[in-house]
């Protein structure tokens, strides 16, 4: 009896064992596979973890791009603003200038008006069919050139009949015209003058016969001696070489110089500057 309980004994340990390795086996399997799957999951985790670290670097890089970007369009903004600003004071300015210039021009354009008008009249009135007098106009100044032997006997400052006729035809005209000067220049030639105790060169002679022509104007006919200058040019600046007696008759000559009153012109120029824009 004894030795049959020690055989089923033995057989249930025997089954038992080898159910137990089995469920070993099975154990192992599935902590191998498991522990592949823990490996797998661990190599995914650390790859998401850099790739989340990436992710976030590049979060932070677009971040403070478009922060720098959002600052960026404020200061393009502010300069297209300032630009703005500042193209229309240019604007401005320039228009300002433009309407100066055109007002100087207008002004301009009235001098040299009022300059054509009186040699029209001087022309008319004076006549040019004697070659001895000249009427031009020179960067709008008005000149009047009367030969000598139209106004004075060689060396002598004494105003001929004839001259005072013609003298007496460029006073109308300047009469008529108060906001213009005359400045008469006397013009030799180069020969030299002999002194008579009161003119000592040409210089003087040229001086002298400018002060009598001033004199027939103002005393004779009627010319404000405020409005006149006596000049004397001397030998000094002749029209051409004192080489022949033709030539030095032709430098021989007075000059009447008709023109605007500086002072009234300037203040004519600095009127017009000085107005308001629109």
Not at 113 to 134: F, H, N, Q, Y
Not at 231 to 254: K, Y
Request: proline share 3%.
């Amino acid at each position: 009896m004894k030795k049959v309980f020690l055989t089923l004994s033995l057989v249930a340990f025997l089954a038992t064992s080898c159910g137990t390795k089995k469920k070993i086996a099975e154990l192992e399997t599935k902590n191998k596979e498991i522990q592949d799957l823990l490996n797998t999951a661990t190599v995914k985790l650390n790859t998401c973890l850099a790739e989340k670290e990436g992710m976030l670097g590049q979060l932070e890089f677009l971040k403070k791009n478009n922060s720098d970007l959002i600052n960026n369009m404020g200061n393009m903004t502010t300069l297209t603003a300032k630009g703005a600003e500042n193209v229309e004071k240019a604007l401005e300015s320039i228009k300002e200038k433009d309407l100066k210039i055109t007002r100087m021009q207008d002004a301009l354009t009235k001098k040299d008006s009022v300059t054509l008008a009186l040699v029209t009249s001087l022309k008319r009135t004076v006549g040019m069919s004697d070659p001895d007098i000249e009427i031009n106009v020179e960067k709008g100044v008005v000149f009047i050139s009367i030969a000598d032997k139209l106004l004075f006997k060689s060396g002598s400052y004494v105003v001929s009949d004839r001259a005072k006729e013609i003298l007496g035809k460029v006073a109308k005209v300047v009469n008529d015209k108060p906001d213009f000067e005359c400045m008469v220049e006397g013009h030799t030639d180069n020969v030299p003058f002999t002194s008579n105790g009161t003119l000592l060169d040409n210089w003087d002679l040229s001086v002298k016969r400018a002060t009598s022509i001033v004199r027939v104007l103002a005393k004779e006919h009627g010319v404000n001696p405020k409005r006149l200058i006596a000049a004397g040019r001397g030998e000094f600046v002749p029209l051409v070489e004192n080489t022949s007696a033709e030539s030095r008759m032709t430098n021989r000559r007075t000059r009447i110089v008709v023109l605007p009153k500086i002072d009234q012109f300037y203040d004519m120029i600095e009127k017009e500057m000085k107005k308001p824009s629109k």
